[in-house]
């Protein structure tokens, strides 16, 4: 099986921890195949919320987490471009979406629809989460998003950051996404899950 994770800020890097934890306990399978992508930089704030070190700011995200964890699970591709177009999600069994922005989810969304491709999509905005697997129906899927939307996100909101608070709701959710993919690979239907925490 091979799996797409894109974007590597405070969900999807957090994520790969999870799912490195996972493989280690022998709960993912070892011919699972990970391409990881993500073409933004480690900042220095970054690393207040983000599953990335001080080593790691100015260097590609997918390629500091594909080096960190290229023991304890196969990464096979770093991807160090943003995912625009359809042709790069060709290949996949399953898409993990961490993206920051709407156009990748649309994008995404749309693809898995019209390729019967199953898709994973976790969200979160301070105490904010959200967490679904793709539905039957596009239009309930597309539903979720603001189409209008074209500014990239953040999983911490400003007003909390310029306060000096860190929520948790990123890594809560890729915890839950780490489940979801264990269900996913057990045959297991997932739940939306939509909550303030």
Do not use: W
């Amino acid at each position: 099986m091979k799996i797409l994770v894109i974007g590597l800020g405070g969900i999807g890097s957090h994520l790969i921890h999870e799912i490195a934890e996972a493989v280690v306990q022998g709960q993912v399978d070892i011919d699972v195949i990970f391409d990881i992508a993500d073409g933004d930089m480690v900042e220095c704030n970054n690393t207040k919320f983000q599953n990335f070190k001080e080593e790691d700011i100015g260097k590609n995200k997918a390629q500091s987490l594909a080096k960190r964890y290229k023991d304890d699970m196969l990464i096979k591709n770093a991807i160090k471009e943003r995912i625009i177009e359809e042709k790069q999600l060709k290949g996949y069994d399953l898409i993990i979406c961490c993206a920051d922005n709407t156009p990748t989810r649309d994008l995404l969304f749309r693809y898995c629809h019209k390729n019967n491709i199953q898709f994973i999509d976790l969200r979160a905005r301070g105490r904010y989460i959200m967490a679904f697997q793709r539905s039957n129906d596009l239009r309930t899927d597309l539903d979720t998003l603001d189409l209008g939307d074209t500014i990239a996100g953040s999983c911490q909101t400003q007003e909390d950051l310029d306060r000096g608070i860190i929520q948790k709701g990123n890594k809560i959710v890729a915890v839950i996404g780490c489940q979801m993919l264990l269900n996913d690979l057990r045959g297991i239907q997932n739940s939306k899950i939509l909550m303030r925490i």
